[in-house]
C-alpha cells in the first residue's frame, strides 16, 4: 500500500455490503429458511500511520436490517415472511434498546493476504473479543477489501429465533461477510 500517513478513510454501504448469513437447525430444520441479510447503515473509518493502518472501527446501524431472501425451506419466503423474520431479529437484538453493533480494532497484524484485526465486537450491549481476517486485493485505482467471520449470538446475549418448541431454529453461528472498495489517491 502507499503511504497514507495522517489519512482518514471512512467507508460505507455505499462502498460495499455487509452481510449476515444464518442457517438452521433442529429435527425440523428442512422446513426452515438459510437467511442471507444485508446491513443497509453502516460507516467505517480506517487510520492511517505511514503505509499501514493504525486504527479501524466500525458501526452498524441495527434497525438497517434488511432480509434480502431465503434459501430451502418447504416454500419460497415470502414478503410477509421476510418482515416478520426482520421483526424477529430486530427484537432478538435489541435494537430499540442497543441500536448499533460495534468493532474497534485494538490490534492490525500483517498477514499474507491482507490484515487481521482483533479487538472488541459489541452487540447487544455485551463486549467479546473478535478476530477479523481482512483480505486486501490491489486493483490498480482501487483496493478491494473482504472479511467473512463467524460469531456466535449466544456469546453476546442473543438468543436464535425458535418455533416449533424448539424442533426448528435459527443456528446460533451465523456468517457475517464484508467486501467494500476504496478509491486509491
Known sequence: MTEHNGVVWTLDASDGELLVHTG?????????????????????????AGDEPAAAELAVDVNSLDVLRGEGGVTPLSGAEKSLVRSNALRSLGAERFPQINFAAEDIAKSADGYRLTGPLQI??????????????????????????????????????????????????????????????
Open 24 to 48: 438452521v437447525t433442529g429435527r425440523a430444520a428442512r422446513m426452515g429458511h438459510r437467511l442471507t441479510i444485508a446491513m443497509r447503515q453502516w460507516h467505517s473509518t480506517v487510520t492511517w
Open 124 to 185: 447487544r450491549g455485551k463486549t467479546r473479543k473478535q478476530v477479523i481476517d481482512l483480505g486486501t486485493t490491489d486493483l490498480g485505482e482501487s483496493w478491494q477489501m473482504s472479511a467473512r467471520v463467524t460469531v456466535r449470538q449466544s456469546d453476546f446475549g442473543v438468543k436464535p429465533y425458535s418455533l416449533l418448541m424448539g424442533s426448528l431454529k435459527v443456528a446460533d453461528e451465523v456468517t457475517v461477510s464484508f467486501a467494500a472498495h476504496h478509491a486509491k489517491g
